[in-house]
């Protein structure tokens, strides 16, 4: 069946960064394209960014430019959000979803911890 | 960037209710607006697509309806597994943006 499985939990440090799988299986991986949200504990869905596996282009939120990079091997269907210069409020679980227009599928998550 | 903003924030109901939840976007979205719910420890789910289709699988008590700027989730008749979070987002520009959710409590 259509799955995404993320890898699992993370603890990091201050100033740290974080890289963050996310296998794909049971369709084209190439055919749509693959989105990072991330939700702090308690809080809502904030849209990270997303990339193109087919062409490896990419669009950020604003707010990521500059200190998040989302790329893909295509030859192992996966995805890959890393995230730099870790600080405590980027603590959350971080969602990779396929998506052509809605978020379709999504991974089970992966927890990310900043603590010093 | 498209602010999203739903209504209520949370709300309490009982097995058998009507609920509706609304959205209303800052600007025209047409049609591309989506529906998630969310149990806690849980990824969302998709259950309403571009507005008004109910996604695969999905039952059919729920429903969407709305275009432009305003957006209306109704779920029927609540049942125990309805209890959850349940999230806007649009599509019709990037960013994409998410509703800040919408709690059904008993």
């Known amino acids: 069946q259509v799955q995404l499985v993320q890898s699992g939990a993370e603890v990091k440090k201050p100033g740290a960064s974080v890289k963050v799988s996310c296998k794909a299986s049971?369709?084209?991986?190439?055919?749509?394209?693959m989105h990072w949200v991330r939700q702090a504990p308690g809080q809502g869905l904030e849209w990270m960014g997303r990339i193109n596996p087919n062409s490896g282009g990419t669009n950020y939120a604003q707010k990521f430019q500059g200190w998040v990079t989302m790329t893909t091997d295509t030859s192992i269907s996966t995805a890959y959000m890393e995230l730099s210069n870790l600080k405590s409020d980027d603590t959350a679980v971080y969602y990779c979803?396929?998506?052509?227009?809605?978020?379709?599928?999504w991974g089970q998550g992966t927890m990310v911890t900043v603590s010093s | 960037d498209i602010q999203m903003t739903q209504s209520p924030s949370s709300l309490s109901a009982s097995v058998g209710d009507r609920v509706t939840i609304t959205c209303r976007a800052s600007q025209n979205i047409n049609i591309y607006l989506y529906w998630y719910q969310q149990k806690p420890g849980k990824a969302p789910k998709l259950l309403i697509y571009a507005a008004t289709t109910l996604q695969s699988g999905v039952p059919s008590r729920f429903s969407g309806s709305g275009s432009g700027t305003d957006f209306t989730l109704t779920i029927s008749s609540l049942q125990p597994e309805d209890f959850a979070t349940y999230y806007c987002?649009?599509?019709?520009?990037?960013?994409?943006?998410f509703g800040q959710g919408t709690k059904v409590e008993i």
């Open positions: 979803a396929r998506a052509e227009n809605a978020f379709d599928i």
């Open positions: 987002q649009q599509s019709y520009t990037s960013p994409r943006t």
């Open positions: 049971g369709y084209t991986f190439t055919a749509y394209y």
